[in-house]
């Protein structure tokens, strides 16, 4: 979904001087829609999209996405993956994506679990804090995997898989540009117990720390991968 781009990561990226680049599966153009040599990276970044985990047929590009993620995954390259891209990953281990109960927009807290520390991503995580989410699926925590994040719109918000990997289905690299044009392209008509209104979903009080977050992830990942 062209709305939905790299939110800040971009731009922490750019800060970090790291060499990054961007593939577009869902664009029918092969000058943007290549998939690099696993060889050529380090990190991988899976974000987010309207289209479902499922929806194979309709969308192609998801199968050889979901090769390609395996493949990373194997190959013990970083792998971070975001909303749609979480949901990626947990298929990819094994896992299984459904509807969530509730559709979850907005600025919303989540909890870190009591598992979390089990997990090598557990210093990155405040015991609670507030992040940007939309979503109406949801993910298994696959098998050997350490679920870290919850609240009480969807129990399984993020999870890691040994130090490489991490799933989130929020959304912390959201920014004002990719959220005026997420809202652009998804209105929001729809009501629920866990819809905000456009207003509180535009506030931008928590997109601060958010992105800190995000950059943190980035550091953590960087340290991991440096040293291996």
């Not at 749609?84 to 896992?95: D, W």
Request: hydrophobic content about 35%; proline content about 4%; aromatic content about 10%.
């Amino acid at each position: 979904m062209a709305s939905e781009d790299t939110g800040c990561i971009r731009g922490l990226a750019e800060e970090k001087g790291w060499k990054y680049a961007e593939s577009h599966l869902y664009l029918d153009d092969p000058r943007v829609n290549a998939l690099p040599d696993h060889d050529s990276y380090d990190l991988l970044a899976v974000l987010g999209g309207s289209m479902n985990v499922y929806e194979d047929d309709k969308y192609p590009f998801l199968t050889p996405e979901k090769k390609f993620i395996g493949e990373a995954v194997d190959a013990g390259k970083g792998v971070l993956g975001i909303c749609l891209g979480g949901q990626l990953i947990s298929v990819v281990l094994g896992g299984k994506v459904t509807r969530n109960a509730d559709e979850e927009i907005g600025w919303h807290r989540v909890y870190k679990t009591q598992s979390a520390a089990d997990s090598p991503f557990d210093r990155l995580f405040k015991k609670e804090f507030v992040t940007f989410e939309w979503h109406g699926d949801t993910f298994e925590i696959p098998r050997g995997a350490v679920h870290l994040l919850t609240n009480e719109a969807c129990k399984n918000q993020g999870f890691s898989y040994g130090d490489r990997v991490l799933a989130l289905q929020n959304h912390p690299e959201m920014i004002t540009p990719t959220l005026e044009s997420l809202i652009e392209d998804e209105p929001i008509t729809k009501t629920g117990r866990y819809i905000q209104t456009l207003e509180e979903v535009t506030d931008t009080k928590y997109m601060a720390a958010s992105t800190k977050l995000v950059s943190d992830i980035l550091d953590y990942f960087e340290e991991v991968l440096t040293r291996a």
